[in-house]
T-cell receptor
């Protein structure tokens, strides 16, 4: 059973550039979540998918952020016109459907915006 | 509203000491699920335990134990005979489709 994978693990970009992150969930999991974690804080929810449907988006997800899960497998998170405040760890998790199911996390993508 | 509070920002202990990490939660749901995760310096969140609201039995797994008390809305985590490898940030979380995390407790175990 391979775990959740994320790519890239690290990204340094200049302010104003666009970046895209990828997450591959555990294969039998139909839910996929994106969280953001800044230094000294707990992860904060951004959005989640059940299969290919995006079921919820946080107010944190400004219109510069877009997430997709086109075939219900991997997902991408794109940030357009990056700002220094976007610097954070972006975490992806996956689970089976249901609140009782455990979410398993990937290693994260650490973004630094210069 | 759902909320998780971890009042202890940082705890330092010497190896072999026992340590308890506190977690207090708020929810209006009668059925809910609580989780603990460990985040070592590498950054990946590692699942430790899941507990549902209708099972108040305490749980022990090796040196780890969890005390769930519905009456005080607490779900505390104890590490017995701590080791240096336990050094990490520990998060308590409540699930409401997505996970709602506390701010975490950084545990440093010194040799």
């Amino acid at each position: 059973d391979t775990g959740v994978s994320q790519d890239p693990r690290h990204k340094i970009t200049k302010r104003g550039q666009n970046v895209t992150f990828r997450c591959d969930p555990i294969s039998e999991h139909n839910r996929l979540y994106w969280y953001r974690q800044t230094l000294g804080q707990g992860p904060e929810f951004l959005t989640y998918f059940q299969n290919e449907a995006q079921l919820e988006k946080s107010r944190l997800l400004s219109d510069r952020f877009s997430a997709e899960r086109p075939k219900g497998s991997f997902s991408t998170l794109e940030i357009q016109r990056t700002e220094q405040g976007d610097s954070a760890m972006y975490l992806c998790a996956s689970s089976r459907t249901g609140n009782e199911e455990t979410q398993y996390f990937g290693p994260g993508t650490r973004l630094l915006v210069l | 509203a759902q909320k998780v509070t971890q009042a202890q920002t940082e705890i330092s202990v010497v190896e072999k000491e026992d340590v308890t990490l506190d977690c207090v939660y708020e929810t209006r749901d009668t059925t809910y699920y609580l989780f603990w995760y460990k985040q070592p310096p590498s950054g990946e969140l590692v699942f430790l335990i899941r507990r549902n609201s209708f099972d108040e039995q305490n749980e022990i797994s090796g040196r780890y134990s969890w005390n769930f008390q519905k009456s005080t809305s607490s779900f505390n985590f104890t590490i017995t005979a701590s080791q240096v490898v336990d050094s990490a940030v520990y998060f308590c979380a409540l699930v409401y489709d997505k996970l709602i995390f506390g701010t975490g407790t950084r545990l440093q175990v010194f040799p």
